[in-house]
């Protein structure tokens, strides 16, 4: 047995989805990282201009495949993504972002998952976010919605628990390939309906995902978030309207499935969706405490919500992990 075989031998027999628009060199570095620990890996590349055949040749020989693409019609992410899911050879897939890394013990333990549990369609793990504050590294803990996470009833009550515990599982999920390329074309579908983008266009795959079967999230360090660029905030006057259009889409999806109660869908994120939900009393005082006290504030802060030490946060959480894993993990990113 050679070398080679062997090394292929340990590695996750799955696909890595890994889309980019911009930052090509972080997302090769990305795919990379996936070839490394995982059996295939395809990366759909939307950047202008593609890459030459020498360097599409050079990705092939580490077993990523390469796909240029081009959105010339302003498409969803989705069709990228359902693009590259169709050319996998792989029993089970799962989407990366260009900048951010599973863990192999987090992406494995869901492999495993899926043998123990033949009902269930997508598995993912515990999720922790990397940051930046005045030039310094810290971390913080991710979908704290995850910890214990289970989803495994009748279809009607899918749909409410996960938008009560709502986290954005099924994006970043190991999937069954068959029930991924399903429910990515019923994405596709509702937003082609309405084709107004927002940023709550996710919440549609999310629960599309739900028709799809059970899914969980298990207690290993799964997937490190990349937040050293900040989301953008939400103006007040464009919630109303964001949510009205999530709502229009929601029902398009739902509209042949009986007994389920839309308002209480919609009520179940609002309360899961920060960003969204209307603010208390004594929430709105806290947030006034804080702008009159920063020095004090950000000092308690950084000790409650982010710590220096990665392992801190994880033992912290009780987040299953393996250092030598995690280390490889964040030799790979550029931060």
């Not at 890459?51 to 498409?75: G, H, M, P, Q, V």
């Not at 629960?207 to 007040?236: H, T």
Request: hydrophobic share 35%; with cysteine.
């Amino acid at each position: 047995m050679t070398d080679t075989s062997f090394a292929e031998k340990l590695k996750i027999d799955i696909t890595v989805l890994v889309t980019s628009i911009h930052q090509r060199e972080i997302a090769i570095q990305t795919a990379n990282y996936y070839s490394e620990i995982c059996s295939e890996v395809i990366f759909v590349d939307e950047q202008q201009p593609h890459l030459s055949e020498s360097d599409i040749s050079a990705l092939k020989k580490k077993n990523i495949t390469y796909i240029a693409y081009r959105n010339d019609n302003n498409d969803y992410i989705y069709q990228k993504r359902l693009i590259g899911a169709k050319q996998s050879n792989k029993e089970y897939v799962v989407h990366s972002n260009h900048d951010e890394r599973y863990t192999f013990n987090g992406l494995l333990a869901c492999v495993k998952e899926f043998e123990k549990d033949k009902k269930l369609t997508f598995c993912a793990g515990q999720a922790i976010a990397i940051r930046k504050d005045n030039s310094e590294i810290y971390y913080t803990r991710s979908y704290k919605n995850l910890n214990g996470y289970q989803n495994t009833r009748e279809v009607n009550e899918r749909l409410y628990y996960h938008a009560e515990m709502y986290a954005p599982i099924a994006h970043y999920a190991v999937w069954k390939k068959e029930s991924y390329v399903k429910t990515t074309e019923t994405t596709i579908l509702v937003h082609d309906k309405i084709p107004t983008k927002t940023i709550l266009d996710e919440v549609i795959f999310e629960l599309a995902a739900d028709f799809s079967g059970c899914s969980k999230a298990i207690s290993e360090l799964y997937w490190v978030r990349n937040r050293i660029n900040k989301p953008f905030g939400i103006q007040d006057e464009e919630k109303q309207n964001i949510f009205e259009i999530t709502k229009n889409k929601l029902n398009i999806m739902l509209k042949d499935l009986d007994n389920v109660q839309l308002n209480v869908i919609i009520n179940n994120l609002l309360n899961s969706l920060p960003s969204f939900r209307s603010k208390s009393f004594l929430e709105k005082s806290i947030i006034l405490i804080k702008l009159r006290m920063p020095n004090i504030i950000k000092k308690n802060t950084k000790r409650i919500e982010g710590v220096d030490d990665i392992y801190t946060l994880l033992n912290y959480n009780k987040i299953k992990y393996e250092k030598n894993d995690l280390n490889n993990l964040l030799n790979s990113m550029s931060l």
